[in-house]
Structure formats: C-alpha cells, structure tokens
C-alpha cells in the first residue's frame, strides 16, 4: 500500500457552494474520489490510497493536469484507489469538482 499526498496553490476557490461530493466506486477495480470544500480558497491538497507501488511521478502529473485544468481551490480530495487508469482518475477528478460547482 502506498499513501502519497500532493499540495498546490490555485488562483481561485472551486465555483460553487456543495460542501463535499463522491464520485466512482473503489469496489469496481476503479477508484473512489472524496471532494471536501475544508482548506483555504488558495489552497487544495490530493491524499491517494493505492495498492499499487512505484507511480507516484504518473500521480503527480495526473494530479497537477487536473489542477490546472480545474483550479479546485478551497478542496480537500481523498482518492481511494482500486488500480485505476490515469484517463479514468482524470475523468472522476473533473466529474467530482463538477458536482461541486453544482
């Protein structure tokens, strides 16, 4: 098992006001994504769960695209992971921080 956290400042708070959102189910060999709306509007930090070893540089780079593409300041994420591809944790990243804006 392998735990790896990632911090970023954003320019922005994530639009919207939904206090936390789930997205995707860890029992699907997929992945389960927590949002939080916890941390400062500047700030948003990624907590990844997985099995699988030795991808913390393919994480990161998944993580920092996502950050970019959706400025998700202010969010908390929990990422539990069940050996997800890097399209599948993008897709439930940006579905998850939709929710939120909704």
């Given at each position: 098992?392998?735990?790896?956290?990632?911090?970023?400042t954003?320019?922005?708070?994530?639009?919207?006001?939904?206090?936390?959102?789930?997205?995707?189910?860890?029992?699907?060999?997929?992945?389960?994504?927590?949002?939080?709306?916890?941390?400062?509007?500047?700030?948003?930090?990624?907590?990844?769960?997985?099995?699988?070893?030795?991808?913390?540089?393919?994480?990161?780079?998944?993580?920092?695209?996502?950050v970019?593409?959706?400025?998700?300041?202010?969010?908390?994420?929990?990422?539990?992971?069940?050996?997800?591809?890097?399209?599948?944790?993008?897709?439930?990243?940006?579905?998850?921080?939709?929710?939120?804006?909704?």
């Amino acid at each position: 098992m392998e735990s790896l956290t990632f911090r970023h400042t954003t320019k922005k708070p994530l639009p919207g006001a939904k206090p936390q959102a789930i997205t995707g189910v860890v029992a699907s060999g997929n992945l389960e994504v927590l949002l939080e709306r916890v941390l400062p509007p500047d700030a948003c930090e990624v907590a990844i769960e997985t099995p699988i070893t030795g991808y913390g540089p393919v994480w990161e780079a998944v993580v920092a695209d996502f950050v970019a593409r959706a400025e998700p300041g202010g969010i908390r994420i929990s990422i539990n992971d069940g050996g997800a591809r890097p399209d599948t944790v993008s897709l439930r990243l940006l579905q998850g921080a939709r929710l939120m804006e909704g």
